[in-house]
């Protein structure tokens, strides 16, 4: 998760998982970490993430009066 929020946050395109100088950063830092296909964030983890905030924020809008 804290890798789709780097993404989002700071604007980078979901491609730069797939970026050599980002998976060789990655592989000085953990050398058996895989990150996740583009296409996994895209159809997997984005949709999950959206679904989390919305009811969390579901979940605070029911609070307003």
Known sequence: MKLLF???????????VEDQGFLDFVAELNPRYKPPSRRTIVR???????ALVLEKLKSILQNVE
């Open 44 to 50: 997997s983890l984005l949709p999950e993430a959206h």
């Open 6 to 16: 780097m993404i989002v946050r700071d604007f980078q395109p979901f491609s730069i």
